[in-house]
Structures are given as C-alpha cells and as structure tokens.
C-alpha cells in the first residue's frame, strides 16, 4: 500500500469553498463583508462544502457499487440485466459439424463421427465408430442406436429429423445416397454440460449508510443545535431562533440525504424487472424535528414521482436492448408506464436465451414438448391468444352458466323424490380412488352417464370443486340402485349427477373418470395458442416436405392487426430457408386439430409406427382440407 501525492489544485473542497465565497459576494458584497472562519455564515457554508465533499467521494466510487445491497456484499450482475455469457451466448445446433461434436462431447466412447444429410430419405444418417477393437452385439447396437437418436431429438432443429444410426463409418463416403458436404465447421464447440450460476462480484465498498447523520450534529455546542439540544433556561426568544436556524438548516439536510436516498435506490432502478424505486421525505434524527415538520404534509409529499422514475426505468431497458439486439419497446408500446416496463423487462429476461436456440424443435420423445419459437411467439404476444377456459369447454359443447340460471332451470336435479332422507349417513358411501385409463371414447361415455354433460352445461361455483373427491357419495337406494351425489359445499345442497347404477364397481369406475375429465378441461393441459406442424415428421414423408412447417391457429377473434402482428413476428424469428404456411381455421376445426396433434405426439413419443402413421395420415388430411384457410408466408 503506498500513498499517491495529490496535485494541489486537486482539492475539490477547495473550489466549493472558493465559488461559495465569490456566489456570496456577488448576491451580497455590500452586507456582508465577514468571509473569517468565525463568521456563523462561513460556519454553515463549511460545512455544507465539506458534506458536499463527502457526497461527491461517493457518487465518484465505480458504478458496479450503485448494485451492492446493505444485506450482502455479493452483487448479482444477472439482477440488473447483465446475463452471463453461457446464457447468452448458448450455441445452437446449425451444422452438420455441430451434430458431430454434440454426439462426442455427450458420449466419450465414440472415437469417430460422421453426420450426412441424405438426399434421397430427407433425413440426417449417423455414422459412428466406437473405440478399437470394440464388438457390439445386435442388442448392444440396438441400445446404442436408441442413445443416439435420444440425445438428437433432444437438440433437434425444426423440419429437420434423424434417419438411420450406423457403425458402418466408411458407408458415409457413398455418393449414391450422400450429396456433397453442406458445411463443416472448423472450430469445434464444447456444449456445455451444465448451466453456471450467475456471476457474483465482491466488493467491500459501502457506499451508502442506511441512516443519513445530520449536519447539524457538527456544529459547536454553543449554536444549542447539537443532540444535546439547547440549554436550560434560554429565553423562549432565543430558543425560536435556535429552532430557525434548525429549519434553515434542514432544508441543506434534505438535499443531502435526498441525493444519497436516490442514489442508494439506484439498484432498485437497474434491477431486471419493471420495479421502479419508491422514495419519500428522508427523515432526519435531529431534536426537534416534529417541531419543524408538519408531518401530515410530509406524509402526502413524493418528491420523485413515479412517472419520473418509469421513465429512467425505460430508458435502461433502452440499453438492455442495445446490448441483446432487440427493441422490447415496440412489444409494450400500448402499455401504462410501469405494465410496459414489466413486460419489456420480461421479455429481455427470457428473449436472449431463446434467440440462441430459436431453431430448436421439440422432443419426439416427449409429447409434452414444444419447439422454442412457440415458447417466443406466446412471450412476444403475452400469451394473448392461448385458448381461454371458455374455447376448451367449447370442444366438448359444454355450456358454462351462472348459479341462477342453473339452480332455476335445472331444479329437477335436485328433486330425487325417493323418499330418503338423503342426509341420512346410512345411505352413503364415500368413493373409492381409482386409477382409471382416459382413452379417447371417455367423454361420450361420460355423456351418458353423468347428468350434467348430459344437458351440456356447467355451472360456475360447480368448476371450483367439481374435479375433488371429497364432495361425491353413493347413495344407496333400494332394490340394489346407486346413484352419484354431489353436496354443494357453499349451498349445503345435494345434486344428483348420473343415472341409476345396478353396480358399484361400475359407478366408482364412471366417478373416477369424470374427476379426470374434469381436471382435464380445468387446467387445460392440452390447449396451445398455435401448433407448428413439420411435414418431415408425418409419414409416409417424401423429397417435398422437407423444410415445411405448417402454423395453425384460431382465425376467429383476431384484427388484422393480430394476425399482420403474428405473420411479421414468424417471418422475423423462423429460420429462413423453411417454408411456412399458416392457417387461420375456425374454432370448431382448431378444437379437431388439438385432438389429432396430441393423438400423434403421444404416438410419437410411445414410438408407435403404425399409431403415429395414422396419426399423421389424419393431420395430413386436416391440413388439404383446410387449404382455404392457408396463407404462405
């Protein structure tokens, strides 16, 4: 440690005292005419410079200081938008090279590895050869197969898919099947195998003080300011003027502290989110201060508003979006000031990692994945046309209607006229749980049994409780009938919801099925704003699906703002050389659509050849149906 002489025209606390005393003497050279230290007015104008010193050091100390909380020393860069390299610099899979050396780095006993794209089957062949003099069985080889194809559909980019594995490497050099190399890389990249955790910086700089001390605690003790206050037995003239002195100087006081306040609510402005800081009237500890303050006024005052503080907040996404090619600002243009700055610091959160792997599809082997730019186009839109409750509903031809209107027109339901009095615990049985298998033809057996989907309606308190066991019973009746009872738990009334049983086992079985109906529709768990349809992965597939990508979506209820939106949105993200047509269909046919497409990935993802061809075969059809409703993009 060494120290460094400082220039002597280096001294800042110089030259505020020097222009105090020039400002001084040009507002009032002919009263005043004492600049000595002993002078009270050069007593306050010293201190307020030295304090302005102090502040000055502070607000001079590196910017990546303003990030430090008072709890932790430790700053997390990824709180204030800064994103680490490894999120978003992620390569994605773009060549034939990248395929290669993912298959390497994912499997160490590969030695050798060709990727070609066939020309005649569309598809992606994989050569692999294992370390020397290794054998492999048929099932061995059948297991390794499997691998590969595993870790492929993992990383697999749209309208692309795997053909053949095989350990024969020198077939790739067939020129009968392979065309010549697209593009090979010449600097391997190590894909990562984990996710970093976000950067940390130490610094043991203190910046800001939770609790600004006052000025006024400087002083000498004779100015009677000071925490021990005035002294005793000061005239009651003398004491005003003490308490005159205390309000002039705490308006100095509240510069300080305001300066220091905003600056220490800087983090909060630069944190990744639309949260802006929330300041008020810093309150000085001085004696006296409820004497000055009027506090109901103090409790009313902002002195930064929060249209000035959204605005700041806008302004450093402006940067964020410098630094991670995007404009966010054109996705929230409609939006309050502070509901667009959540939604831009959102999208800027999440857009640059899906840039990296926009091109990246969805795994064949999991039917609940969804290729990346389904993930940014619901961002982009704010998941404004995912289908509602009401859409899902619809594709059963369920009516969702009030309390009044069901409990008026539908009285019959709870009119059992059996005779029993059906509170009678005796008559009851709770319901065993079972686990029941919800195929295709569940609904039209629902249908017939449970009254409700029956008449094709459902009433709104009902959709709160309708998927819990614990409100059903059977009711047994006589000559060996049961029937399925609902307690409404905010009426206390009961409701009979099927017909009559001869079997109980039959009813638990029917029980069983409409609870998983039920949480079916109520969460949605099948329900997409669009479906992005590769025509490679339905087969029988040939030469001309390769690079076609079919986009379906409801037609019904969009501008044509929404759907110009939409169109620019995949003309911008969607790679170029895929040709891509949209379909804008009725909500009727998008519900049809919905049912074939799960049909397929779950046949997909059993890998069920004969399933997932038939599969294919209807969306295939769906699609030259609908032709009418197509656009090319």
């Known amino acids: 440690m060494f120290i460094v002489k400082r220039d002597k025209e280096d001294n800042y606390y110089k030259q505020l005292q020097d222009t105090t005393l020039e400002r001084i003497e040009q507002l009032c050279g002919k009263k005043w005419t004492d600049y000595n230290a002993h002078d009270p007015g050069i007593t306050i104008a010293d201190y307020f410079n030295y304090a302005l010193l102090e502040l ?66 569309v598809r992606y062949d994989v050569f692999i050869q294992l370390d020397e003099g290794q054998t492999l069985s048929s099932a061995e ?21 795997i053909g053949e594995v095989s350990f024969d490497f020198d077939r790739n050099k067939d020129p009968l099947h392979y065309a010549q190399d697209v593009f090979h890389g010449t600097q391997p ?72 306040q905003q600056a220490s609510l800087v983090k909060d402005l630069l944190d990744f989110s639309g949260k802006i800081p929330k300041s008020s009237v810093p309150e000085i500890a001085i ?73 990246k599809s969805f795994n064949v082997n999991d039917s609940n994945s969804v290729p990346t730019i389904q993930l940014m186009i619901d961002l982009l839109t704010d998941h404004k046309y995912i289908s509602s409750a009401t859409d899902t509903f619809n594709k059963y031809g369920l009516r969702i209607i009030s309390d009044e209107e069901f409990f ?16 009678d615990q005796t008559l009851l049985r709770d319901i065993a749980h079972r686990k029941v ?26 959709l709160k409780y309708a998927d819990n066991s614990e409100y059903y019973k059977i009711l047994i009746l006589p000559e060996n009938e049961y029937l399925l009872v609902f307690k409404h738990p905010e009426r206390n ?5 099927g017909l009559f049983f001869k079997s109980m086992e039959a009813l638990t079985e029917i029980a069983n099925l409409f609870w998983e109906f039920m949480k079916k529709i109520k969460h949605k768990e099948e329900s997409n704003s669009f479906y992005f349809i590769e025509h490679l992965l339905l087969e029988p597939c040939c030469l001309h699906d390769k690079g076609k990508l079919a986009v379906v979506a409801i037609g019904e209820a969009k501008s044509r703002e929404d759907k110009q939106y939409i169109e620019e ?21 998008f519900n049809h659509l919905e049912h074939l497409y799960f049909n397929w990935r779950k046949a997909l993802a059993q890998n069920e050849p004969s399933n997932s061809m038939s599969a294919g075969s209807a969306i295939r059809r769906f699609l030259s149906r609908n032709t009418q409703y197509a656009k090319t993009l």
């Open 437 to 462: 298998d919800y195929g295709e033809s569940t609904f039209h057996l629902l249908r017939k049994n449970i009254n409700l989907l029956w008449y094709n309606v459902l009433f709104e308190s009902f």
């Open 56 to 121: 000055h050091y502070r607000l001079s100390l590196p910017a990546i200081s303003y990030l430090q909380s008072h709890q932790s020393k430790a700053i997390q860069l990824d709180h204030a938008g800064l994103l680490s390299a490894e999120e978003v610099f992620v390569q994605g899979i773009v060549t034939e090279t990248d395929y290669e050396e993912l298959f390497k780095s994912r499997h160490g006993e590969i030695k050798a590895c060709r990727v070609k794209y066939n020309k005649h089957t």
């Open 408 to 423: 008026d027109k539908y009285t019959f339901l709870k009119n059992f006229a059996f005779g029993l009095e059906i509170n």
């Open 287 to 359: 004696p006296g201060w409820e004497e000055i303050v009027d506090k109901e006024r103090e409790s009313k005052i902002n002195l930064n508003r929060d249209t000035y503080y959204n605005e700041q907040k806008s302004n450093y996404l402006d940067l964020l979006d410098i630094i991670y090619g995007e404009d966010t600002d054109i996705y929230a243009k409609n939006d309050k000031d502070s509901e667009g700055n959540e939604k831009r610091a959102k999208l800027i959160r999440q857009l640059p990692q899906l840039n990296a792997i926009r091109f």
């Open 493 to 497: 009334e009961w409701i009979n919801m």
């Open 569 to 589: 949105l995949l003309a911008e993200r969607l790679p170029a050389h895929i040709h891509v047509q949209l379909y804008y269909v009725p909500r009727e046919q």
């Open 189 to 260: 990249y190590e894909y990562p195998r984990y996710k970093k955790a976000p950067v940390e910086v130490e610094t043991n700089m203190g910046m800001f003080s939770k609790v600004y001390e006052s000025i006024q605690y400087d002083f000498p003790e004779n100015y009677g300011i000071g925490q021990r206050g005035a002294p005793l037995g000061m005239s009651i003239e003398d004491k005003s003027k003490i308490m005159q002195l205390k309000a002039y100087l705490l308006i100095i006081d509240l510069v300080l502290a305001d300066t220091i």
């Open 141 to 161: 080889q059948t297991k390794w197969k499997e691998k590969i194809k595993k870790t492929y559909h993992q990383h697999r980019n749209l309208c692309e898919n």
